[in-house]
C-alpha cells in the first residue's frame, strides 16, 4: 500500500480548508478534520493553525477555542488567529485579555485589537491602542493605518489623524491606494476641505473609494452640482456611490433628485439596495409625502425578506406617519414590538398622531419605551403644545423633573411656549429656574424663549432683565423677541430704538423683525416712522412685503385717521387682501365713522368669509355710533337669519394656579354676589373721583341707566373686582380678555388703579395695557 508523503499530505488537506472556508461549507471542514487525524497529521502546527482558522470563521468559535486549548504547540499566527475570532464577534473583553497574553506580539496582534475596536464603534479605544503599539516601537501596517484612521474618521479627530498621517509618511504606507482613500474620507469627515482636495489631486491612482470620499465631501459642504457632476463622470460605482448622492440629494431637501436616483441605481446597476439606500430613499418619500412610492418600496423590502427590524423599520414608520399613513406606521410598531422603536420613529410617529388630533395612542407608546431620552420627551410636550393640550405639557414636564432626563434647551423653549400661552408668570419663573439649575440659562434659544414669554405674561421688566443679560449673544431672533415684546406693551419708541441699535451692529433683520418694528409704529401712531421703515425693508433690505406687513400698514394708518390712505393702499396691493386687511380698515372705520369705506370694507370681508361674526359686529358698530338704527337692525337681523352669533367677549384671570373666566353680565361664578357688591362699590367711587361712563359705547338704543349697567358688567370690570377681593394688597393684578378692550372699560379700569393703588395689567386681543396711578402706557392710543 502506497503511503502518501507527510508534507504533500498536509499541503493538501491546508489548501482543502481553505477551500472550505470560502465556500464556508462547515460538514467538509470537518471531513478534513478527520483526515487529519487518520493520517495522524494533528501534531502539525500548520494544519492545526488551518483549522482553527476555518473554525473560527464559519462561526464554530467553540470548536475553535477547543482546538487551541489542545495544541501541544503555538505560534504568533495561533494567537493571531484566537484573537481575530474573539474581535469579530464584538468579545473585546476576551479579545484583551488574548492579546496581554501573546508572548511576542507582532504587528498583526495589535491591528487585530485596533481593527475590533473599530468595528464595535469604539474609536477612542482603537486610537489608544495605536499609541501604544507607536511607543512600543512595533511597526505599523497599511492596515493598522487604514483601521486608526477610520476610527479617527468616525470621531471627527483631526489633530490625531494629521499624526497617523506623519507615521504612514514615515514608515513608507503613504503610497497605498487603501492608506491614500482613509487619509482622503480621515480629512473629509474631520471637517479639512483644503487637506482632502491637495491629497486628492496629488493621487496617482484613484479607484471608486476615492471618488465616493469626493462626492460625499461635496454634498457635506453643499455643493450639491459638483458631486453631481463627480457622479456623472464616474465609469464604475460601487453601492458607497450610489448612497452618497441618495442620502446628499436627501439630506439638502433634493428629494425628487433622491427618488431619480434611486430610481436609474435599479434600473441601470445590478446592485441590491442596502439598509442605507433604503433608509434615505423612504426619507425622501416621507418629505415629499408620497405614500403610494413608499409603499411600493415597502413592497420591495417584503419580497426580497429585506430585515425590517431596526433602522430600516423605523423609516418606514415615518415614511407611513409623515405620508398620512398612521395606522399602517402602528402596525409596523406592533409588528417589530416597541424595543425596535427609535426616537426619530416615535417622533414621526407622534407627529402624525397631531395631525390627527388623537393623542392618546401616542401617549401609549411613549408610556410603554423603555429608553426615554430627552428627545423624546420632548416630543411628547411639543406634541401636547401643538394640539392645545397646554396643562398636559405641564403635567408631562413635571414628571421629566421628577423622573425622566434632565430637560434640554429645546425642551425648556417648548415649555416656555406653553407658559406664554397660559399666560401664567408662576408657571415660566419656575422653568426660568429650572433652566438655572440644569445650566441651560445661558442658551441664547433658552433666553429668546424668556424674552417672549415673560412679554407674553405681562412682564415686560423681566423681559428686559434676559435682554439685557446676553448683550454678548444676541441673535436675530434675540432683536427681534425683544422688539416685538416692547411693541406689544406700547414701547413703540424704544422699539425703534432697539432696531436701529441691530443695524448699528451690521444685523440683517428678517421679514419678522420688520413685523415687530410696524407693530411697534402702528401701537404708538408713529406713521411717517412707519412709511419709512417700510420703504427700507422693501428697497435696502429687498425683504418682499408678506400679509402681515400690509395689514400693518393699514392698521397704522387707519388707527391715525388715514382712513382713505389705508383703503388706497389696499386697493394697491399686489396681493389679494385677507380677513385680518379688511378687518383693520373696517375698525377704524368704526372710529373715525366712515360710514361708506365700512360698508365697502364688510362686504369685502363678508365676501372672503360670509361667517365672520366680527364683520357684522364691526358694521352693526359702526352704524350704531352714528345713530343709524334702523341699518343696525338690519345687519343683526341678516345675522339672526344666517345663524352668525357673535363673538362673546370673555375676560379671565388666574388666581392661586387657578384661571377664573367672566363673561358680561356674568352670575355662573361661584363668589358672584361678593363680585357685584365689590364692582357697585367700586363704580360709586370711581364716579365721585370724576369718572364718566361712556353710555355711547353701548350701541343698543336704551335708556342711560340701562346702559350704564350693562358696563358696569363687562366681563374685564367682573374680572378686575374679583381679583381685588382675592389677592394681597399692592399686588399687580394680570387680566386676560379675548377681544379688544372698549373706551368705557379702558377709561374705568385707569380711575380703578388710581383708586386700588394697583398695577393692573390688561392684554386684550392687540396688546398689553398697563395701568397705574390713573395713566395706561398706550397713552390712550388703542
Known sequence: MNIPDPSSLSYHNACLLQECIKSKDLLAGKSVHARIIKYGLHFSVILLNNLMNFYSRTGCFFDARLLFDEMPERTIFTW????????????????????????????????????????????????KVFD?????????????????????????????????????VKFGLSSYVSVVNSLLNMYAKSGDPVMTRVIFDRMEYRNTSSLNVMISLHMQHGQVDLAR????????????????????????????????????????????????????????????????LGKQIHARIVSTNFDTYGPVGNALISMYAKSGGVQIAQKI??????????????????????????????????????????????????????????????????????????????????????????????????????AIRTGQASLVSVNNALITMYARAGSINCARKVFNQIHCFRD???????????????????????????????????????????????????????????????????????????????????????????????????????????????????????????????????????????????????????????????????MKDGGVKKEQGISW??????????????GLHPQKDEIYKMIAKIWEDIKKMGFVPDTESVL????????????????????????LTSTPENTTLRIMKNLRVCNDCHSAIKFISKLSGREIIVRDATRFHHFKDGLCSCRDYW
Not at 275 to 284: D, E, P, R, V, Y
Not at 510 to 520: C, F, K, N, Q
Not at 701 to 711: A, F, G, H, I, N
Request: some cysteine; hydrophobic content about 40%.
Open 653 to 666: 384671570v388666574q388666581i392661586k394656579n387657578k384661571v377664573h373666566v367672566f363673561g358680561a353680565e356674568d
Open 132 to 168: 501604544k503599539m507607536i511607543k512600543e516601537r512595533v511597526t505599523p501596517t497599511q492596515y493598522t493605518i487604514t483601521s486608526v484612521l477610520a476610527s479617527c474618521a468616525a470621531i471627527q479627530a483631526l489633530d490625531i489623524g494629521r499624526k497617523v498621517h506623519s507615521f504612514a
Open 700 to 723: 343698543h338704543d336704551l335708556e342711560e341707566e340701562v346702559k350704564e349697567q350693562m358696563l358696569r358688567h363687562h366681563s374685564e370690570k367682573l374680572a378686575i373686582a374679583f381679583a
Open 229 to 292: 457632476g463627480q457622479f456623472e463622470r464616474m465609469s464604475e460605482r460601487d453601492i458607497v456611490t450610489w448612497n452618497s448622492m441618495i442620502a446628499g440629494y436627501n439630506q439638502h431637501g433634493y428629494d425628487l433628485d433622491a427618488l431619480c436616483t434611486f430610481g436609474n441605481m435599479l434600473r441601470d446597476s445590478l446592485l441590491l439596495p442596502d439598509k442605507f439606500t433604503l433608509i434615505n430613499a423612504l426619507s425622501a418619500c416621507a418629505n415629499l409625502e408620497m405614500l403610494k
Open 333 to 434: 410598531v406592533d409588528q417589530t414590538g416597541l424595543s425596535c422603536l427609535d426616537v426619530i420613529g416615535f417622533t414621526c410617529l407622534l407627529d402624525g398622531y397631531v395631525k390627527l388630533g388623537d393623542l392618546k395612542p401616542a401617549r401609549q407608546i411613549f408610556d410603554s419605551l423603555r429608553d426615554r431620552d430627552v428627545v423624546a420627551w420632548t416630543a411628547m410636550i411639543v406634541g401636547y403644545l401643538q394640539n392645545g393640550l397646554n396643562n398636559d405639557a405641564l403635567e408631562l414636564f413635571r414628571l421629566m423633573v421628577r423622573e425622566g432626563p434632565k430637560p434640554n434647551n429645546f425642551t425648556l423653549a417648548a415649555m416656555l411656549s406653553v407658559s406664554s400661552s397660559l399666560t401664567s408668570l408662576n408657571h415660566g419663573k419656575q422653568i426660568h429656574a429650572s
Open 476 to 638: 436675530i431672533v434675540s432683536w427681534t423677541s425683544m422688539i416685538m415684546a416692547l411693541a406689544q406693551h406700547g414701547h413703540g419708541e424704544e422699539a425703534l430704538q432697539h432696531f436701529e441699535k441691530l443695524l448699528a451692529a451690521g444685523i440683517k433683520p428678517d421679514h419678522i423683525t420688520y413685523v415687530g418694528v410696524l407693530s411697534a409704529c402702528t401701537h404708538v401712531g408713529l406713521v411717517d416712522q412707519g412709511r419709512r421703515y417700510y420703504n427700507m425693508m422693501k428697497d435696502f433690505h429687498k425683504i418682499e412685503p408678506t400679509m402681515s406687513h400690509y395689514a400693518l400698514m393699514v392698521d397704522l394708518l387707519g388707527r391715525a385717521g388715514l382712513v382713505q390712505e389705508a383703503y388706497d393702499f389696499i386697493e394697491k396691493m399686489p396681493i389679494e387682501p385677507d380677513v385680518i386687511t379688511w378687518g383693520s380698515l373696517l375698525s377704524s372705520c368704526k372710529v373715525y365713522k366712515n360710514v361708506e369705506l365700512g360698508k365697502v370694507a364688510a362686504e369685502r370681508l363678508l365676501l372672503i368669509d360670509p361667517d365672520n361674526s366680527g364683520a357684522y359686529s364691526a358694521l352693526v358698530n359702526l352704524y350704531s355710533v352714528c345713530g343709524k338704527w334702523e341699518d343696525a337692525a338690519k345687519i343683526r337681523k341678516l
Open 80 to 127: 493571531n488567529t484566537l484573537l481575530s475570532a474573539y474581535s469579530r464577534q464584538g468579545k473585546m473583553g476576551e479579545a484583551t485579555e488574548i492579546f496581554h497574553k501573546i508572548p511576542n506580539r507582532d504587528s498583526v496582534s495589535w491591528s487585530t485589537v485596533i481593527t475590533g475596536y473599530n468595528q464595535m464603534g469604539r474609536s477612542e479605544s482603537a486610537v
